[in-house]
């Protein structure tokens, strides 16, 4: 065996620290593209509110293939509706195996808002508008509109980046109420028609535990998650490079990215709101 030497020993250690600098840097770059980006919203209200609105009716109601089956928003509802039924599946029969079965209407009350509503839908921001505009910004760099942007004198992040962080948002709550709607509606549906649990039942447990509190907190993570999600997939498609391949590498990227991001959003709000107790009284 031969004996590392100290300059090999010297290299790695080199290398390994050119590492370490090289993802502080990247850090440090994103870090302060999200910043530029949330300040720059006061210019999109200013100066670019048409470009605002046309993302707006893009984000929700979809464009050419998409917009035929109603866009982000149908595509969400379907989402959380069969998450909702699932809930019925699965909560029905283990309550059943405890003679319980007619908590399922809790189980309904407390998952789908607390945890499978602002999930799922932050997993279907990701997948649609937050993919869409990682390959828009991506083509853009490629093809140098971007920089033809700037040379015109347009504020290119305010324009790009930062109207899509704010119709994100504003898309995210007709959005939620409809994934929130939907997972409720199939989960009583499918209580009550496929198990056969009276109406009255269900319903009285579901309005027992629940809580508007929670739905306010809901919403309030939804938010929080489409701000997440659509910064990071603003970056990535403003940073793309190597042509074509590289914009599809954007995207796979972000929504990697995105993705763990709104599980953590979820996963510490969760904790900062509801604490060690949740808040959570197991009567009624």
Known sequence: MTATTPSKRYGRLQNSFRGWVAGLTRIGTQA??????????????????????????????????????????????????????????????????????ALTGFASAYFNVRLIGPVIAGIGLAATIGAGATAQLGAMRINEEIDALEVMGVRSIAYLASSRVLA??????????????????????????????????????????????????????????????????????FTATGGPAGVGEAVGRAVRTSLITAVLVVLFLSLAIYGQSGNFHLAG
């Open 32 to 101: 302060r593209f999200y910043f530029y980006t949330l300040g720059s919203i006061k210019d999109v209200l200013l100066h670019y509110r048409v470009e605002l609105i046309r993302l707006i009716a893009q984000m929700s109601l979809g464009v050419g293939a998409l917009a035929v089956i109603g866009g982000t928003v149908v595509i969400v509802g379907f989402l959380t509706l069969s998450t909702g039924a699932l809930v019925a599946v699965q909560g029905y029969n283990q309550f059943a195996d405890v003679g319980v079965e």
């Open 168 to 237: 994100g948002v504003i898309v995210v709550i007709p959005l939620y109420c409809v994934a929130v709607l939907s997972a409720f509606w199939a989960a009583r549906f499918g209580t009550i028609v496929v198990y056969g649990q009276s109406s009255g039942v269900y319903d009285h447990y579901f309005e027992t535990f629940l809580n508007s509190t929670d739905i306010i907190w809901s919403f309030f993570q939804a938010i929080a998650m489409a701000v997440a999600i659509m910064l990071v997939h603003t970056y990535y498609g």
